[in-house]
């Protein structure tokens, strides 16, 4: 076991890297026998583990302090050779597949594994290269400004993350002049943000056409490795969303108007933000005691939860505070070579530090249950199925509330399914968005914030952005990272949101049954595509007509149930 401040940060040179990968693809050539072959794919496997250590190392660093200047050096060498190291990777998967033991190979890596090599075939080619280093260049930009962000608010300075709590105040002028002081921020840097998308899209859209995609929708979804659904079934599950849940969650916005005794349709986006005439649910303690209370549930909820919650605080394989020049938003990622994983937040002393204790640790979890399967792309599912191990665990933690939340607990469970169910629509939201922005790259940036507007108005048409000018225009979704870092990873979470939903019903029905599957679920790794995934677990599937309501509407029950 190594803790975190003992794991080295380095970079091995580019020019290692491609040597000992030289030698490796030799070896691969000159094996005589079927066994030898297997053994050098063994080999490479660990030479990939070793080499997306080292760079899972420097970003967990950079996002860290993305000011410290070694780190930040490091990360744009990163950027540099990120796409020459695929190129490498891919080389010898060609090897694979053009190998005399291919038929062996197969039958002892599985034919999943294969397939995710042929799908890392199409989505990289050398002649690529120069447009995946742009497109990383452009995140890491879109990064620094946003986790630079200084915002004035009553004259003090604070980044994004920090903003959060502000913009959910109980009291109505601190909200609004929040979400005014982030609009203005925004809009201030709307030409830089705006700019810097543009050119990403055309950077994704020249790579489709050289490619030979008609555009990057289907690329992008390669990418993301979607083996079993494509755009079109994408397309009608949203239909699903748009025509079921939009309309209960207009029920529940009502609702909520009532409880904070404001008249819906004067209500400002601002207001949505507390649930509660007396506030949000307050943890009952600072970061500490959250983490206090997270020991005992994880120790109480079954001895595999404890296991791995000891192993994380004993590691130290977790950032929760936030600080400045620290990137902001929250993820886990897994540190391949020392079988661990880490997790990042910018706790800001309101609910969701809850949310990212139970969120993030449900990934983290995952990744703890399949560290020991020694095929890497077989320890993560697609991240469609890892959204289930978190959104999952979110609910699964609702027994503990009384723990973090003392008397609001109630209120958390209430407002956390409520935000659950009023995610889908904002979900399909950026995910229509972003559709039509790859299939129609040469539009200007007013009218895509022009289209977001129109979708937002279908989707969640409570949203009135009373004083803030930059959200009135459309410019939302600039703040949305995935839009920017990750094209099209936005509907997992809806898809996985529903499942979620549906192991909470299973948890009302028999918490140990429903537990005990959840379990097996985060044991099968990435061993299947997600659809594959889902019938092997007997879990719901989202895109057959007719699911999603019918998870939903158990799930409404469940919040009717607990009215406050
Ligand atoms: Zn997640």
Not at 197 to 224: I, P, Q, S, T
Request: hydrophobic share 35%.
């Amino acid at each position: 076991m190594t803790k975190f401040e003992n794991m080295p940060v380095k970079l091995t040179p580019f020019s290692k890297i491609k040597k000992k990968m030289e030698a490796i693809v030799e070896e691969f050539r000159s094996a005589d026998n079927e066994q030898k072959a297997l053994n050098v794919v063994k080999k490479f496997h660990r030479f990939t583990d070793e080499i997306e250590t080292e760079m899972t190392l420097v970003s967990i660093h950079y996002s860290l302090n993305t000011n410290d200047e070694k780190i930040v050096k490091a990360n744009e060498i990163i950027d540099e050779t990120s796409p020459l190291i695929n190129n490498l990777i891919n080389n010898f998967y060609k090897l694979l597949l053009e190998s005399k033991y291919v038929n062996f190979l197969r039958e002892k890596l599985g034919n999943f594994y294969f397939f995710m090599i042929e799908n890392s075939l199409r989505i990289y080619d050398e002649k690529i290269i120069d447009e995946l280093v742009k497109e990383n260049k452009l995140t890491s930009e879109y990064d620094k400004v946003m986790s630079s962000a200084q915002i004035e608010f009553r004259g003090e300075i604070y980044n994004l993350s920090q903003m959060g709590k502000f913009i959910s105040d109980i009291n109505r002028k601190t909200r609004k002049e929040a979400s005014i002081a982030v609009d203005k921020w925004l809009g201030d840097n709307e030409k830089k943000i705006g700019d810097i998308y543009d050119e990403l899209v055309h950077v994704r859209d020249n790579m489709a056409k050289k490619l030979g995609f008609k555009n990057f929708v289907e690329l992008g979804y390669l990418r993301l490795y979607r083996s079993d659904y494509n755009s079109e079934m994408v397309s009608s599950y949203r239909k699903q969303i748009s025509e079921t849940v939009v309309n209960i969650c207009q029920k529940l916005y009502k609702k909520q108007a009532k409880r904070l005794k404001l008249n819906f349709n004067k209500m400002a986006a601002y207001d949505f933000n507390i649930a509660f005439l007396d506030g949000n649910p307050k943890p009952a303690g600072d970061s500490q005691y959250l983490l206090e209370c997270a020991k005992k549930m994880y120790e109480n909820m079954s001895p595999e939860t404890g296991e791995f919650f000891n192993f994380m605080l004993d590691n130290h394989l977790m950032d929760l505070i936030a600080r400045q020049y620290k990137a902001p938003g929250g993820y886990m990622t897994f540190i391949n070579k020392y079988k661990s994983p880490f997790i990042f937040a910018n706790f800001n002393g309101t609910e969701a530090d809850v949310n990212v204790l139970t969120h993030e640790v449900g990934h983290a979890f995952q990744g703890y249950l399949s560290r020991n399967i020694s095929i890497p792309s077989y320890r993560m599912p697609t991240l469609e199925a890892c959204e289930i191990h978190s959104m999952s665990m979110e609910f699964f933690a609702w027994p503990y509330m009384d723990l973090f939340f003392k008397d609001d607990a109630k209120k958390y469970c209430v407002s956390h399914l409520e935000d659950a169910i009023k995610f889908l629509p904002y979900g399909i939201t950026i995910d229509e968005f972003q559709h039509w922005v790859y299939e129609n790259p040469n539009v200007s940036h007013e009218e895509r914030c022009k289209k977001f507007k129109e979708i937002e108005s279908k989707y969640t048409p409570h949203k009135r952005y009373i004083d803030c000018p930059c959200y009135s225009h459309g410019g939302y979704w600039m703040r949305q990272t995935h839009v920017f870092s990750s094209p099209f990873y936005y509907i997992d979470y809806t898809l996985a949101q529903v499942i979620a939903m549906s192991f909470l019903v299973m948890m009302y029905k028999n918490k140990d049954k429903a537990f005990k599957k959840y379990i097996k679920l985060c044991k099968c790794g990435g061993k299947y595509p997600f659809l594959t995934l889902l019938e092997k677990n007997h879990l719901v599937n989202p895109f057959v007509d007719g699911n999603v309501k019918k998870i939903v509407l158990k799930a409404y029950k469940i919040l009717k149930e607990k009215e406050l």
